[in-house]
């Protein structure tokens, strides 16, 4: 596989959870998305990643940022907050091959019990895999609300990433649907790529990790699997992820200070080493100057106070 992935009529996307506006970070995940898909022959989705906190306004003024950068998309903007019966339906397949299991554990007891010797590190290990039918109806009777599991059969799962080629990553009985009812991260962003035609995942290498769960829950499902780019993160001066505390670091900020949208995307630019500081810049060129190959694999450190980018972004 050629590391833009094959040229293809799917579909890539940029999904947000609108728990408040996009920072500096976030957009230029979005740039690389956009490139990735439009270079790629790829339509263009969003998505609104809305099961969890929503934050009033913040949907309308993250999508309101990517188009004052000028990042276009197709078709309406979904919501997973709309889709529920897809993961019920998607869970209930499970369900009735035998794949699921009632969890009674609280987040507590989960934490005691994967920092206990010799537990894998960030694996759930399977406290309420084997319960009896006596032994759920007694928690059940207890008023503890049950999660559901995946009753996972491989212990790894490897994808192939564009940029970190294979990767093998754990797969543990990860939750499915929540205790309170809501489906779990995992399972609606398989749900949602698979029935949207997104067959390209750009997002933060933070998520690389996640990868193996999702591909094989996705295998599990009968569902194809992504193609994958997990990009480098922006990071603050201290080395950790960029985020709002860091100071002018949303596009609201950055407009505030006195600078334009397009002065923005020309930071993103120059970040990605396509662009010459200062140099005016649109989607549209970048999409010309786009080379996957190219791109800095190491993190971008974003400073608001203006002191530039802790590495080398001269175009070459």
């Known amino acids: 596989m050629s590391l833009s992935g094959e040229d293809e009529a799917g579909a890539g996307r940029f999904a947000p959870s609108p728990s408040g506006d996009l920072h500096l970070g976030n957009l230029r995940t979005a740039v690389l998305a956009w490139l990735f898909a439009r270079s790629t022959n790829r339509r263009f989705l969003v998505r609104v990643e809305d099961l969890d906190r929503v934050r009033p306004g913040a949907e309308q003024r993250q999508l309101a940022d990517l188009a004052a950068i000028g990042l276009d998309w197709d078709g309406r903007v979904i919501h997973q907050s709309r889709r529920l019966r897809l993961y019920d339906e998607a869970i209930a397949r499970l369900e009735q091959a035998g794949l699921t299991y009632e969890c009674y554990c609280t987040r507590r007891e989960i934490l005691e019990a994967t920092s206990a010797p010799h537990a894998p590190a960030g694996a759930y290990p399977g406290t309420c895999r084997g319960l009896t039918d006596e032994q759920r109806a007694e928690r059940r009777a207890s008023g503890r609300a049950p999660a559901i599991r995946l009753r996972a059969s491989e212990e790894g799962f490897t994808v192939h990433d564009l940029l970190h080629g294979d990767f093998t990553g754990i797969v543990d009985d990860l939750v499915l649907r929540r205790n309170d009812g809501t489906p779990a991260y995992n399972l609606a962003v398989v749900v949602d790529d698979a ?122």
Do not use: M
Not at 261 to 275: E, K, M, N, P, Q
């Open 195 to 316: 029935d949207q035609g997104i067959d390209q995942v750009v997002r933060g290498d933070d998520l690389l990790t996640s990868a193996p769960r999702q591909a094989c829950l996705a295998h599990l499902l009968g569902l194809p699997e992504p193609v994958y780019a997990h990009v480098p993160l922006a990071l603050n001066e201290e080395g950790k992820r960029l985020a709002k505390r860091d100071g002018a670091v949303t596009l609201g900020d950055q407009l505030a200070l006195g600078h334009t949208a397009a002065d923005v995307l020309g930071t993103i630019a120059v970040s990605l080493r396509l662009a010459d500081p200062g140099e005016p810049v649109s989607p549209e060129l970048l999409l010309d100057r786009w080379n996957p190959a190219r791109l800095p694999r190491d993190p971008w450190v974003f400073t608001p106070a203006g002191e530039g980018i802790r590495q080398d972004t001269t175009r070459t």
